[in-house]
């Protein structure tokens, strides 16, 4: 469980996909003036360099992010996940990469914070050292998931958890969420993300449908995969679930899907946007 480094796969088309609707969604909390709080699960190291071992063994980056940097016109629904990414880089090169947690604190503003849980030991000294003299910042070396519930509801009131572990065992699909259904008990006015990804299509179907039949109202699926269902080994594609969506992420997805899946796949992939369960169950 603990082997899993995400510096290998940082940048890749996952990674795509999951950190511009991220920003998206910190984006919309930023429309009210209200403070929020973050809350990661499963914070990495907080951010990468492609020069590194882990980058330069794999380069999925190339399969990813690089290509969206590549472009020279690219849709408004990516200007604050490129910022971010712009932020952390000089010129015109792609060297260095945010991961979810570095990713949140460019585009948070001052009344906001961030509550981030880590429990590999060299990722969470690295996200130690990124942000130890950040107030904004709370760092810890635990269980995210099992952690999670005593966070909530937050002092803020309003709040975006997100959930983004490795998948690395099985019992994962079924602890995510057996967490989110105790925390959304807690905080139902939260905004929850699970990000999941599509290698054993059955395992994947099969833990959406928990969800589906859970109660819990507004739930937005939105998937992107770059092959289909069992071409390789491994992943092969990737989605967000989102309980209680912002305003317009249905919207923003639908323009910005298609874009993706031209410039990262040359049209060959396929994507999904469909609310999973509406805001009224029953």
């Not at 795509?16 to 998206?24: D, E, F, I, R, T």
């Not at 709040?159 to 099985?170: N, Q, T």
């Not at 997805?253 to 609310?275: C, K, S």
Request: net charge positive; glycine share 6%.
């Amino acid at each position: 469980m603990l082997s899993y480094r995400h510096g290998f796969h940082a940048g890749n088309f996952a990674d795509v996909l999951k950190h511009s609707l991220l920003a998206l969604a910190i984006s919309a909390l930023k429309r009210k003036d209200k403070p929020f709080v973050y809350i990661d699960t499963h914070a990495g190291a907080g951010k990468y360099a492609f020069k590194s071992e882990f980058s330069q063994k794999t380069g999925e980056y190339q399969q990813g992010i690089q290509k969206v940097w590549d472009e020279a016109q690219p849709p408004a629904e990516l200007a604050a996940y490129l910022a971010a990414i712009r932020a952390e880089n000089t010129g015109r090169r792609l060297l260095r990469y945010p991961g979810s947690p570095q990713l949140v604190r460019r585009l948070i503003r001052n009344q906001d914070r961030l509550q981030l849980s880590e429990l590999h030991t060299s990722d969470f000294q690295a996200l130690h050292e990124l942000f130890v003299a950040d107030k904004q910042v709370s760092v810890s070396k635990e269980d995210g998931l099992e952690k999670l519930a005593k966070k909530l509801p937050p002092i803020q009131k309003r709040g975006l958890v997100f959930i983004d572990p490795s998948y690395e065992i099985k019992s994962e699909y079924s602890r995510v969420i057996e967490t989110l259904e105790q925390a959304y008990r807690r905080f139902a006015t939260g905004i929850f993300v699970l990000w999941y990804p599509v290698i054993d299509r059955d395992v994947t179907e099969a833990m959406l449908k928990r969800m589906q039949l859970s109660g819990i109202p507004k739930q937005l699926r939105i998937e992107h995969c770059v092959a289909p269902d069992g071409a390789w080994s491994g992943m092969t594609g990737s989605g967000m679930l989102f309980i209680n969506p912002p305003w317009l992420l249905l919207q923003q997805a639908e323009m910005l899907l298609p874009w993706l899946n031209r410039v990262l796949t040359d049209g060959q992939g396929t994507w999904t946007i469909e609310w999973w369960v509406p805001e009224k169950v029953g």
